[in-house]
């Protein structure tokens, strides 16, 4: 166990609709980091947040957003989903920056 | 962009047989991660190399880290069942302090037969 801990585990849902994934980090973790795992394009550096800022930024679609909020939990909402979106969501905190990152299990997100 | 490129895509080894995966980047390490996902799941932080020469070792893996030839390679000694997973080697291709944005490969499927 990480120590990282992402809601929901699993999620169905349709195209266009909206949906909010969450994730507590480690106790203690100040940065907060998102990313896409898909079959096809491998696993994707989405946005990183450290003490509620936002740090860092990939290829994050406009339809995604993320914040992280005072307690240091973040939540990535993803709107306007396409069947494409389908993937596994990694959530991944560390104490500071440029250091490890643990990895919570994920979201498995099915876009039907 | 910086790109990964590990080698083998898939292995499957003979329990007790010693492996090594490599790790191949298009662009200069400045530092380089290795993990392991059992399929679907997580993935679990092995080690994290920083220095070029540097080698790490945890338990029977090994790891090391050639700046040169901007290459990471992952040893395992006397493999056993619980190695069996994927492994994946990220790089950051920025050296942005604060930031942190990992580039991975398309991971090693590593399968070991009793």
């Known amino acids: 166990d990480s120590g990282v801990t992402q809601t929901p585990k699993h999620l169905i849902t349709a195209t266009g609709q909206r949906v909010t994934l969450r994730c507590s980090p480690r106790?203690?973790?100040?940065?907060v980091y998102w990313y896409q795992q898909s079959l096809d394009q491998g696993l994707q550096f989405l946005i990183q947040?450290?003490?509620?800022?936002?740090?860092a930024k990939g290829n994050i679609l406009e339809r995604f957003s993320a914040q992280q909020f005072p307690d240091l939990h973040s939540e990535l909402n993803l709107s306007s989903l396409e069947l494409g979106d389908s993937a596994l969501y990694f959530c991944?905190?560390?104490?500071?920056?440029?250091?490890?990152?643990?990895f919570g299990q994920g979201t498995r997100l099915t876009v039907v | 962009s910086q790109e990964l490129e590990q080698s083998p895509q898939s292995l499957i080894v003979q329990e007790g047989k010693n492996l090594t995966i490599n790790c191949t980047s298009s662009?200069?390490?400045?530092?380089l991660y290795w993990y392991k996902q059992k399929y679907g799941e997580g993935l679990i932080f092995l080690m994290m190399?920083?220095?070029?020469?540097e080698e790490k070792s945890h338990e029977k893996i090994t790891a090391k880290l050639d700046e040169k030839k901007q290459q990471s390679s992952l040893h395992i000694t006397a493999s056993q069942p619980s190695h069996a997973g994927i492994y994946l080697c990220?790089?950051?291709?920025?050296?942005?302090?604060?930031?942190?944005?990992?580039?991975f490969g398309q991971g090693t499927r590593l399968t070991i037969n009793p």
């Open positions: 947040y450290y003490n509620g800022e936002e740090r």
């Open positions: 106790s203690g973790d100040l940065s």
């Open positions: 662009k200069t390490l400045y530092g």
């Open positions: 190399l920083q220095k070029g020469g």
């Open positions: 990220g790089a950051d291709p920025d050296i942005i302090q604060g930031a942190q944005k990992l580039v």
């Open positions: 991944a905190s560390s104490t500071h920056m440029n250091t490890e990152a643990f």
